[in-house]
């Protein structure tokens, strides 16, 4: 499983290896190979294929031996512009036969704190005891109470440990401990909660539903699950009272019918949430991954 967990690794080195060559004929893909960026199936060798100016200068992969599943959040160059990149790489038979991409480009003005990282937490690596590695039912439970509770305003049933965060397009979003806040914003207040806290005091409350869903990386050996999903914004509601802040305006951002692709990385310890990472970027409304 060692060699075959290696191998997995070797092959998003290799991606991007490719990727940055402009050349996808260095890897071996499958006749039939389906490629998408951002939610549309095209021809490998587009987009960032034909964008790529540097190799990663911040790599977090992952991989399912099992399941001959790979994935990544990367850092990387378009021309002379940073972007984040999302990547999942299923192999059968020594082929690449699937590429999903999300590649997050900002806008000028847009938050760009992804451009900070430089190495993965490693949390994330840590590998459990093999009487407290979660089964793949487990990790799928999780995940799944996580946007539960996301949609149901409730953290009644979702199991974060005390010290789990968020980190999303490398902003910490929960449990963020950074003592420069802005106390009248109330986004950068609610990312000082707890996760716990945050979803106790209903803070995405605009959120309409997270559907769909697609679980694909199950490694239990170091509790982590990835999951792919869709964030939806019906953006019906204006506003709403947070405990201990008062009446809120929805942000515009959520005001807006808006559809927002994430791929999202949970470590589970202990029973616990402990971490989740997200990569993530907003679509038209009704959307869905290019995968159902």
């Excluded at 893909?29 to 998408?36: E, P, S």
């Excluded at 972007?83 to 760009?112: H, S, W």
């Excluded at 109470?145 to 979003?173: H, P, W």
């Excluded at 605009?206 to 509790?223: A, M, N, Q, Y």
Aim: hydrophobic share 40%.
């Amino acid at each position: 499983m060692e060699n075959k967990r290696s191998h997995l690794e070797g092959l998003i080195d290799r991606y991007f290896e490719a990727l940055v060559a402009h050349d996808p004929s260095l890897l071996p893909l499958a006749k039939n190979c389906k490629f998408t960026e951002n939610t549309i199936t095209l021809q490998p060798g587009v987009g960032l294929w034909a964008t790529a100016g540097s190799l990663p200068t911040y790599k977090h992969a992952f991989v399912d031996p099992k399941e001959g599943q790979a994935g990544c959040f990367a850092v990387l160059l378009e021309h002379d512009s940073p972007v984040l990149l999302a990547l999942r790489l299923k192999e059968e038979n020594e082929q690449i036969t699937e590429i999903e991409t999300i590649v997050v480009r900002p806008q000028e003005g847009d938050p760009q704190e992804f451009v900070k990282l430089e190495r993965p937490d490693p949390i994330f690596a840590e590998v459990l005891p093999p009487d407290e590695r979660p089964t793949r039912e487990d990790l799928i439970r999780h995940s799944d109470s996580y946007f539960d509770g996301l949609e149901q305003d409730t953290a009644d049933f979702v199991k974060f440990d005390d010290d789990c965060y968020r980190m999303e397009n490398g902003m910490i979003t929960a449990n963020n401990k950074a003592a420069n806040i802005d106390a009248n914003d109330a986004i950068a207040v609610s990312s000082t909660m707890k996760c716990a806290e945050q979803f106790e005091k209903k803070v995405f409350y605009f959120i309409s539903r997270v559907r769909p869903r697609r679980h694909w990386l199950f490694d239990e050996e170091r509790g982590l699950i990835v999951t792919n999903a869709v964030i939806v914004h019906d953006g019906v509601v204006l506003g709403s009272e947070i405990p201990g802040f008062g009446k809120v305006e929805t942000p515009l951002f959520a005001k807006r019918p808006s559809s927002v692709v994430v791929m999202e990385l949970f470590k589970i310890k202990n029973d616990k949430i402990r971490a989740i990472e997200v990569v993530g970027t907003t679509f038209p409304y009704g959307i869905g991954t290019g995968w159902e």
